[in-house]
């Protein structure tokens, strides 16, 4: 079972490009679609998935908003 305290040197190589790529496409000057293009296969990678599942599994990560369970509506 994944351990999500204990990455993979990959994991992390791939948790770092997410963050530099999200950083230049959203908050510089210099923001590329070259950016969006490499965020969108390392969001969808089997291995950020799995440990993404294990970090939210272990209630260390937010809950996606279209994963969660859907609010009962009051009158």
């Given at each position: 079972?994944?351990?999500?305290?204990?990455?993979?040197?990959?994991?992390?190589?791939?948790?770092?490009s997410?963050?530099?790529?999200?950083?230049?496409?959203?908050l510089?000057?210099?923001?590329?679609?070259?950016?969006?293009?490499?965020?969108?296969?390392?969001?969808?990678?089997?291995?950020?998935l799995?440990?993404?599942?294990?970090?939210?599994?272990?209630?260390?990560?937010?809950?996606?908003?279209?994963?969660?369970?859907?609010?009962?509506?009051?009158?």
């Amino acid at each position: 079972m994944l351990n999500p305290l204990q990455p993979s040197p990959a994991i992390l190589c791939k948790l770092a490009s997410i963050a530099v790529h999200a950083d230049e496409y959203l908050l510089t000057a210099q923001s590329h679609q070259y950016d969006l293009d490499a965020l969108i296969p390392l969001l969808t990678d089997a291995d950020v998935l799995t440990w993404l599942a294990a970090m939210t599994e272990a209630g260390m990560a937010p809950v996606k908003r279209s994963a969660a369970p859907k609010k009962s509506k009051r009158k």
